[in-house]
């Protein structure tokens, strides 16, 4: 029973979020380049990256989106085989205003952090089949400030939390349904520096502080992350991105009061780093996108977690822009076994499709 118990303690998969329990697809446009285009402005949506690039925009924008995802978690235990699909509209908001010709205002309104996770029942282990779902969305505003080809920002960060925790026992066939429901909050920040370092080519760096708050339910403590963004023009009409991303998620996440997390679904054992790529190209009124993310886990049995992306955007008027993108993710197997038996195996799969307009005024 104890080789069982540590073998299952190493297992964790989660729904709908990236690295662990951060979410990169805060909207269409980065969706697509794969949260790589923090050097580059195309939209308010590069406030949810590198704030400071705002200040690259020639006019007040205003950015919305809608991702619909779509994942799926296939649990092998003890020889059991179960299926749980989970689907989740996530709306996402920017708006960026110039103030005068050095100091820039933008507000975001995204979700850094979701989960919506179900747990089977496991013998000893969980005893009551369990979903868990966090959803944090932070309401950012941010100030810029541009000094030549240099900009900096400075981003306060308000988290609102909705959480639920929903148990169900079944004596022979006689089934009890439990549900907990509430919100919480709490307050963290962002720094954020661009520098146009020639007329092709741009960086940028972002850091976001951790932080800690909750209620009797849940405790929430979000990592610190740290992102290094490059833009370069290969041609006037085409640009590749590239970023890396260091987050420190060892012993953090959400933990809730009434529910022990058994298989370590919630809460990092390490620190997590993330690469992504991506080129954005013009053609005529169209914008074509396309890009992958590396994300490394955070549970014990670690693995990287691939994310492809393609993305097309058209500008029917000077002032209005319709993008699309699509997401596939191929998740990391895992996998726990005594000698050559397989104990459990869980396997997570997932789609994303997002609609985005962008209004510049």
Known sequence: MKTLFLSLS???CTSISATGLNFWETSTLNSALASANGASAVDASILALAPSSITQLEQSSLSASVTYYDVTTDYNIFGDESKYNTKNPIPMGFVTTEINDSYFFGLAVYSRTAADIVVPKIPFINPKETRVKPILVS???????AHGNLSVAASLEYIHT?????QTTCIFNVCDKSLEEGTTSGWTGALSATWKVTSTTSLAFTHRFSTSFGDQDISVELPSISSVYGTLMITPKTAWHASYSYSTYDGKGVRYANYTD???LLVGYQNSQRIAT?????????SLRGGISLDEAIDRLGGIDKRYRLG????????FTLNAAWVYEDYAIKEAAAGDTTLVKVQNSGSALSLGIQYDF
Do not use: C
Request: aromatic share 12%.
């Open 10 to 12: 190493s297992l964790t």
């Open 139 to 145: 309401v950012s505003p941010t100030l810029a400030y």
């Open 162 to 166: 909705a959480h639920t925790l929903e």
């Open 262 to 264: 058994p298989i370590g």
């Open 278 to 286: 991506s080129i954005d190209h013009k053609l005529g009124h169209w």
């Open 312 to 319: 097309v955007g058209y500008q029917f008027t000077k002032q």
